[in-house]
């Protein structure tokens, strides 16, 4: 890996370390809410394995895991479209991009991710475009998130969903969207315990 990505990440690593102890007091809208270590390297492996060349993220925050994947997409010269709302984290993100040298290949949407889903959705160029998504905003609107991406999904494609299992008051929304997953015969799914509890979906149909 490139010393420059590995230094972004470590620096990123430890920042969320203080901020999940709690030992500095960070407004909510200013925290990280990265993925794990160890789920960025689940994301890197399967973009890697899968050769993955059109990616998108809901929920850039300061970029950790828009990093980790573009480690790997870099091997198909792929790109990644990131979705998130918060200006000052997009600041954040951005720099952090540079510095890491990844910026070329990340393209951010701002603004509400429902919005930004209907638009894209409606564009015949994504459809059944991206081979990897990463789904990891508010949980709230997940099934109409998830409804809208399907269709953007190539066959084979891998949605990873993150917070399946924490923090637990996501729990009973992130079973019930489980479920949904489970229900539809298009797809296989699983939960993993992989970080804060990883869902990872194929698309079969
Ligand atoms: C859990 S964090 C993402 C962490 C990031 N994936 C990582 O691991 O580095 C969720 C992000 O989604 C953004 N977000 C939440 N709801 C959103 C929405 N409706 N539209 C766009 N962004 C949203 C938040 O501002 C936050 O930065």
Same mark, same amino acid.
């Given at each position: 890996? *490139?010393?420059s990505?590995?230094?972004?990440? /470590?620096?990123?690593?430890?920042? @969320? =370390?203080?901020?999940?102890?709690r030992?500095v007091?960070i %407004?909510?809208e200013? !925290?990280?809410?990265t993925?794990?270590?160890?789920? #960025?390297?689940?994301l890197?492996?399967?973009l890697?394995?899968?050769?993955?060349?059109?990616?998108? /993220?809901?929920g850039?925050s300061?970029?950790? @895991?828009t990093?980790?994947c573009?480690?790997?997409?870099? /091997?198909q @010269?792929g790109?990644i479209i990131s979705i998130?709302?918060?200006p000052s984290k997009i600041? !954040?993100?951005k720099?952090n991009f540079?510095?890491?040298?990844?910026?070329? =290949?990340?393209f951010?949407k701002? #603004?509400?991710?429902?919005?930004?889903?209907?638009?894209?959705? !409606?564009?015949?160029k994504y459809?059944n475009f991206?081979?990897f998504?990463l789904? &990891?905003a &508010?949980?709230? =609107?997940?099934? /109409?998130?998830?409804?809208?991406i399907? %269709?953007m999904? @190539?066959l084979?494609?891998?949605i990873?969903? &993150?917070?399946?299992?924490? %923090?637990?008051k996501y !729990?009973?929304e992130?079973?019930?969207f489980s479920?949904?997953? *489970?229900a539809n015969p298009?797809?296989?799914t699983?939960? =993993?315990?992989? #970080?804060?509890?990883?869902?990872?979906?194929?698309k079969?149909?």
């Open positions: 890996m *490139k010393e990505i590995v230094k972004v990440l /470590e620096e990123l690593e430890a920042q @969320s =370390s203080l901020e999940k102890s030992k007091n %407004p909510p200013d !925290r990280m809410l993925i794990t270590k160890e789920t #960025g390297e689940l890197n492996m399967i890697r394995l899968k050769k993955a060349k059109n990616m998108l /993220e809901v850039t300061v970029g950790y @895991s990093i980790w573009a480690e790997a997409i870099a /091997e @010269s790109n998130e709302q918060n600041r !954040r993100a720099a540079q510095k890491a040298e990844v910026n070329d =290949s990340i951010i701002t #603004g509400n991710a429902m919005n930004i889903l209907k638009e894209l959705s !409606r564009q015949e459809k991206f081979d998504v789904i &990891d &508010d949980k709230e =609107s997940i099934i /109409e998130y998830f409804d809208l399907l %269709p999904v @190539s084979q494609g891998v990873v969903t &993150d917070n399946m299992l924490y %923090p637990e !729990r009973e992130m079973k019930k479920n949904y997953l *489970k298009d797809l296989i699983i939960t =993993s315990e992989i #970080g804060n509890g990883e869902e990872i979906t194929i079969l149909k």
